[in-house]
């Protein structure tokens, strides 16, 4: 967990300010990941777990190269294998690095009801601060990248921190530093999607990709791990990667419309019922006359 | 004294009202950010996320107890549909412009069947919530629905709560402690419900 705590410009569940707000930085950090020269070596996989203290766990065997089906609270990246059958009837092995994509508009944050739970740094990481995360796994509905997994043993939900605590002492990602082929990047926004972008123009000029190009989606605001595909028009041929990820549209209901609609509801409950006292008062009870009005 | 509520009823009651009070600090804890501290006053956030499901059931099983005791007393009949047509008369305290009502008037049954349909809602919605790590991806929108829904419903509960809590207590004096003692006054019962008065104090009812 990073140190710079002033530098957190988005709270989760938070009533009041953010101690990051005006804040001016220079950069915001971006990870790329060029999955055009990925090799599927999963360095990046071991240096996570090696990084975060979590030992290998078990392989799920599902006659692909795949560690495992989806991240887990103890596996937090994990590259996807998927097999395409391009048009002229060649294969390719498309390899993706998944991982939480960091985005400038996390659905997660939104989600989460516990103060503090979930915070973004001005250098876009999202990052979970596990004490005070009460384990309702809303988080897991807010993402849009099927992300956070929840700890049974921890009850508490897990997920991939960008380094956050490397990137605070001015190291890179343990994943950036571990993979050989120079696939992962690490540096400002404005430069790794320029860098990305140069890649993405030379997969289309020269290597005949013409659909090549770069995932950074707007749905979120962009996101602070892209990725430059083969195919950036079918991006879930890449193990699923969304087509166009957003907050869901019943996190945005909730937590917009509804809860505007449901404060006012509660406190304007509350005038009302005391307007009607002061202004009807009691219900008494009338002494019963001789003539009760029964008829036996 | 008229004896109202047995002890049965009146035990049920406030073991649903106690979980319903749980829930409700619980839940709007969750709810929003600026009422996060009432759950550090029922033992924490944490506790608060464990605990507010069991207590979930154990509503439900107390309103359900109370749907087997009183859905006859509650069913809506001709009476209850004039009575509704001039409830702005009750709401305006001119209970004499009113047709005389049994052992629960129309907006007693509203209640009622309000809050059992809404259990219902939130029960199913709440169970997806639990356990909602268990739920594939592929299910994800069974999620969405169920925040919506939780929410939603909750928030009518919290309705109901608050006109059934003012009403019990302020409004019409003699309710509350029917409902601790079981007795009203036989004026409470003329004034209030008078067809069950003549029920209960052994006579035939008025002729129509």
Same mark, same amino acid.
């Given at each position: 967990?990073?140190?710079?705590?002033?530098?957190?410009?988005?709270?989760?569940?938070?009533?009041?300010?953010?101690?990051?707000?005006?804040?001016?930085?220079?950069?915001?950090?971006?990870?790329?990941?060029?999955?055009?020269?990925?090799?599927?070596?999963?360095?990046?996989?071991?240096?996570?777990?090696?990084?975060?203290?979590?030992?290998?766990?078990?392989?799920?065997?599902?006659?692909?190269?795949?560690?495992?089906?989806?991240?887990?609270?103890?596996?937090?990246?994990?590259?996807?294998?998927?097999?395409?059958?391009?048009?002229?009837?060649?294969?390719?092995?498309?390899?993706?690095?998944?991982?939480?994509?960091?985005?400038?508009?996390?659905?997660?944050?939104?989600?989460?009801?516990?103060?503090?739970?979930?915070?973004?740094?001005?250098?876009?990481?999202?990052?979970?601060?596990?004490?005070?995360?009460?384990?309702?796994?809303?988080?897991?509905?807010?993402?849009?990248?099927?992300?956070?997994?929840?700890?049974?043993?921890?009850?508490?939900?897990?997920?991939?921190?960008?380094?956050?605590?490397?990137?605070?002492?001015?190291?890179?990602?343990?994943?950036?530093?571990?993979?050989?082929?120079?696939?992962?990047?690490?540096?400002?926004?404005?430069?790794?999607?320029?860098?990305?972008?140069?890649?993405?123009?030379?997969?289309?000029?020269?290597?005949?990709?013409?659909?090549?190009?770069?995932?950074?989606?707007?749905?979120?605001?962009?996101?602070?791990?892209?990725?430059?595909?083969?195919?950036?028009?079918?991006?879930?041929?890449?193990?699923?990667?969304?087509?166009?990820?957003?907050?869901?549209?019943?996190?945005?209901?909730?937590?917009?419309?509804?809860?505007?609609?449901?404060?006012?509801?509660?406190?304007?409950?509350?005038?009302?019922?005391?307007?009607?006292?002061?202004?009807?008062?009691?219900?008494?009870?009338?002494?019963?006359?001789?003539?009760?009005?029964?008829?036996? | 004294?008229?004896?109202?509520?047995?002890?049965?009823?009146?035990?049920?009651?406030?073991?649903?009202?106690?979980?319903?009070?749980?829930?409700?600090?619980?839940?709007?804890?969750?709810?929003?950010?600026?009422?996060?501290?009432?759950?550090?006053?029922?033992?924490?956030?944490?506790?608060?996320?464990?605990?507010?499901?069991?207590?979930?059931?154990?509503?439900?099983?107390?309103?359900?107890?109370?749907?087997?005791?009183?859905?006859?007393?509650?069913?809506?009949?001709?009476?209850?549909?004039?009575?509704?047509?001039?409830?702005?008369?009750?709401?305006?305290?001119?209970?004499?412009?009113?047709?005389?009502?049994?052992?629960?008037?129309?907006?007693?049954?509203?209640?009622?069947?309000?809050?059992?349909?809404?259990?219902?809602?939130?029960?199913?919605?709440?169970?997806?919530?639990?356990?909602?790590? #268990?739920?594939?991806?592929? @299910?994800?929108? %069974?999620?969405?629905?169920? +925040? &919506?829904?939780?929410? *939603?419903?909750?928030?009518? #509960?919290?309705?109901?709560? @608050?006109?059934? %809590?003012?009403?019990?207590? +302020? &409004?019409?004096?003699? *309710?509350?402690?029917?409902?601790?003692?079981?007795?009203?006054?036989?004026?409470?019962?003329?004034?209030?419900?008078?067809?069950?008065?003549?029920?209960?104090?052994?006579?035939?009812?008025?002729?129509?």
């Amino acid at each position: 967990m990073s140190q710079a705590s002033t530098e957190i410009i988005r709270i989760s569940g938070h009533a009041g300010s953010v101690p990051g707000a005006g804040l001016n930085r220079e950069f915001q950090v971006c990870k790329l990941v060029d999955t055009t020269t990925c090799i599927g070596c999963k360095a990046c996989e071991v240096a996570c777990l090696e990084w975060n203290g979590y030992t290998f766990s078990e392989t799920t065997f599902d006659n692909t190269y795949q560690t495992m089906p989806e991240t887990a609270w103890n596996y937090w990246n994990l590259i996807k294998f998927n097999e395409h059958e391009r048009a002229d009837g060649s294969m390719m092995l498309l390899m993706r690095k998944d991982q939480c994509m960091h985005c400038e508009d996390p659905g997660c944050l939104a989600a989460c009801p516990a103060d503090g739970a979930i915070v973004q740094y001005a250098n876009g990481i999202v990052d979970f601060q596990e004490q005070h995360c009460i384990g309702c796994g809303y988080c897991i509905t807010g993402c849009p990248f099927n992300i956070p997994k929840f700890s049974p043993e921890a009850r508490k939900v897990f997920k991939c921190t960008l380094c956050s605590d490397r990137v605070a002492v001015g190291l890179e990602p343990a994943c950036i530093k571990a993979c050989p082929t120079g696939c992962l990047h690490f540096g400002t926004k404005p430069e790794m999607k320029a860098l990305a972008e140069t890649r993405a123009e030379q997969l289309r000029n020269v290597s005949g990709f013409t659909d090549a190009g770069v995932y950074d989606p707007p749905g979120v605001s962009g996101t602070h791990v892209i990725y430059v595909l083969h195919d950036a028009k079918n991006p879930e041929l890449y193990g699923g990667l969304p087509n166009d990820p957003h907050i869901p549209y019943s996190v945005r209901l909730w937590k917009g419309p509804l809860k505007w609609l449901g404060n006012f509801a509660i406190i304007g409950g509350l005038v009302g019922l005391a307007w009607h006292y002061m202004r009807y008062g009691p219900k008494k009870e009338e002494p019963i006359p001789p003539d009760d009005g029964r008829r036996v | 004294m008229i004896p109202r509520y047995s002890l049965g009823e009146r035990a049920n009651h406030w073991l649903g009202s106690l979980a319903y009070i749980y829930l409700l600090m619980t839940g709007l804890a969750f709810w929003s950010p600026y009422l996060y501290w009432m759950a550090a006053v029922v033992g924490g956030a944490s506790t608060a996320q464990f605990w507010h499901p069991w207590f979930g059931l154990i509503f439900t099983v107390s309103l359900f107890w109370t749907f087997a005791n009183w859905r006859r007393d509650m069913s809506i009949d001709d009476n209850d549909r004039a009575w509704a047509k001039a409830m702005p008369e009750y709401i305006q305290n001119r209970d004499d412009k009113l047709p005389p009502v049994g052992r629960f008037n129309y907006g007693q049954k509203l209640f009622f069947w309000g809050m059992l349909y809404s259990v219902i809602l939130l029960l199913l919605s709440g169970v997806v919530l639990w356990y909602t790590e #268990t739920l594939p991806w592929s @299910l994800r929108y %069974v999620r969405y629905a169920a +925040i &919506l829904i939780h929410a *939603s419903v909750a928030l009518v #509960t919290i309705g109901l709560f @608050l006109i059934h %809590v003012y009403m019990s207590t +302020i &409004l019409e004096e003699g *309710s509350f402690s029917a409902m601790v003692h079981g007795y009203v006054t036989r004026a409470w019962a003329w004034t209030f419900h008078r067809t069950w008065y003549y029920e209960v104090t052994g006579r035939s009812r008025p002729e129509k």
